[in-house]
């Protein structure tokens, strides 16, 4: 049965991110995410949109500009190459990479907003109240901690008292509707932990949302006003800007219904809460999931400009390579959960999963069979896929992955990987094809078959998370560019007797701790 058509579109977005700083490492840990997911769903066949950007108005970023004495324009423009250069050098697919000061997202901003206006859903009034320029976020005083004279975030941000003139969106008429989509859709918000976080912020009740600011200039013009929108509004409509708002097709819709939003624990608020709220208010279909995401710290601290201890992506890559920063980061938590960097952890995940584990069985396998087999494979594997041990693991880890990477256990799928790469192992440690070739070279010949077949499988899989390795892995085996999607994981694909393999590449050299 062929599948709807609905289904092969995915959209993939992560947050836009400020340009007040460097990249680092919470950023390509998210980047690194929704590339991992693109390039799944394109093995498994289907046609991705992946949007990343720069985030360059708000209060934060003109006193940035002002700090380096530079104009918000200028300072904005250099500071986005930053974020651009990361997508190159964490190569990842994305087809888009917006920044909120382009035309066409002014365009669509604006749009938007009229459209809130059209439904009656934005009224003039007063702010009084508290704001953090940190998060770019109003507080109410229940929700701020007393220090001395000071309010602070629960996360620590110092909170500031503003009284402006501004627009407020109706937040408010829209507490139950949100906690009836919740309910039907359950899925909408993950982990779950997050859904139930976000039900009973809900719960709580919802005030009017402030949604413009006067006090500043930085920032899109509200329609036919003096203010500015609120740098949230103008964030959030990004995702929409980038599909070609508000000139959207059918076939562009099909991408925002299928829209998975990966963002960080830190801003789940404005994503499941007032997104989901204002779309509902425009009456504008709603993307499929949000999924949030846990903090790294650095051994043991948490992240911060101020206390200098942020972790440079571009070193570490430099340091350590590319695939063994993204396996590291993949593999150290599950989706969801906190982690904590520091390069003796990175040292050994690189050192026992990736050298030890994969590159030497690799290694020696492809290395004996250049030797010993002028690289062709000795025996064909057809008929092996129902009865031998090695295959049938790999068939049933194929699927494991495919269900396990839907509901976004990219570290439990990286595990199922490597503890099947053990049970290779342990079967090349069994059956000393070096040691049998010498008295039943049909018997090695076969078990090195099967091996090779098995590699066919791991390189095929491994692609989205550690795709050089995979395409060196791949690239041994000679297996052509339109033979790695999925669909060519099947007994019809195995390799045939006398199939030839090139000669080998080294794949993860160790690390000294
Ligand atoms: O919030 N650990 O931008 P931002 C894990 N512009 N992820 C981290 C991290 C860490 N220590 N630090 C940052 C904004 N991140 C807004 C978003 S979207 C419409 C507007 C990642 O530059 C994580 O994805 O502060 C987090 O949500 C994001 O960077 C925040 O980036």
Redesign the pocket.
């Known amino acids: 049965m062929s599948k709807p058509a609905l289904m092969n579109s995915t959209y993939i977005t992560?947050?836009?991110?400020?340009v007040n700083?460097l990249p680092?490492?919470?950023?390509a840990?998210?980047s690194i995410i929704c590339d991992t997911i693109t390039r799944f769903k394109k093995l498994e066949g289907h046609d991705v949109l992946f949007t990343t950007g720069t985030?360059e108005h708000g209060l934060k970023v003109e006193k940035a500009a002002k700090e380096k004495g530079k104009t918000p324009n200028d300072f904005v423009d250099e500071v986005s190459k930053n974020f651009r250069k990361l997508t190159s050098t964490l190569e990842i697919q994305n087809t888009d990479f917006i920044r909120t000061t382009e035309e066409r997202h002014k365009i669509s901003a604006s749009f938007f907003w009229n459209k809130l206006v059209e439904k009656n859903q934005i009224y003039k009034g007063n702010y009084k109240g508290w704001y953090s320029v940190k998060d770019e976020s109003f507080y109410q005083e229940k929700e701020l901690i007393k220090e001395g004279e000071i309010f602070k975030t629960q996360d620590g941000s110092v909170v500031d008292w503003i009284e402006e003139d501004s627009f407020f969106f109706k937040l408010s008429l829209w507490e139950k509707e949100l906690l009836k989509f919740y309910e039907l859709n359950p899925d909408f918000i993950k982990p779950l932990s997050r859904m139930n976080e976000v039900k009973s912020f809900v719960k709580s009740g919802l005030k009017d949302l402030s949604v413009s600011r006067t006090s500043f200039n930085w920032g899109i013009k509200v329609p036919n006003s003096d203010h500015i929108m609120y740098v949230?509004i103008d964030?959030?409509t990004?995702?929409l800007t980038s599909i070609g708002y508000p000139k959207i097709n059918s076939k562009k819709i099909k991408f925002w219904e299928n829209c998975i939003h990966i963002?960080?624990k830190?801003?789940l608020k404005?994503?499941a809460v007032y997104w989901p709220a204002m779309l509902m208010a425009i009456n504008h279909p709603l993307p499929k999931s949000i999924f949030a995401?846990?903090?790294?710290?650095n051994e043991g601290k948490k992240?911060s400009k101020s206390l200098g201890n942020t972790v440079d992506p571009n070193e570490m890559i430099n340091k350590f390579g590319l695939d063994q920063f993204r396996y590291f980061l993949l593999r150290e938590v599950p989706l969801g959960n906190d982690g904590d960097f520091s390069e003796k952890s990175l040292i050994i995940r690189i050192n026992s999963d990736l050298s030890n584990n994969l590159g030497n069985l690799i290694q020696r396998v492809t290395k004996f069979l250049k030797k010993n087999f002028n690289n062709k494979i000795p025996y064909s594997l057809i008929d092996e896929y129902e009865t031998n041990k090695q295959l049938k693991q790999g068939y049933f880890l194929i699927n494991n992955i495919k269900i396990k990477m839907n509901n976004f256990e990219i570290s439990k799928c990286l595990e199922d990987v490597f503890l099947y790469i053990d049970e290779l192992n342990k079967f090349v440690d069994e059956c000393e094809p070096w040691k049998s070739f010498k008295l039943d070279p049909e018997k090695a010949g076969k078990d090195l078959s099967i091996l090779i077949e098995c590699f066919r499988i791991i390189g095929i899989i491994l692609q989205p998370f550690i795709p050089n390795a995979s395409r060196k892995i791949l690239d041994t085996l000679n297996i052509k560019e339109s033979s790695r999607r999925f669909d060519n994981l099947t007994r019809e694909h195995a390799l045939k007797k006398s199939y030839e393999l090139n000669n080998p590449q080294p794949l993860f050299p160790r690390y000294e701790k």
């Open positions: 992560t947050p836009i991110f400020y700083d680092h490492i919470g950023h840990y998210t985030d949230w964030a959030l990004n995702y963002i960080g830190d801003i404005f994503h995401h846990g903090w790294w710290t992240i």
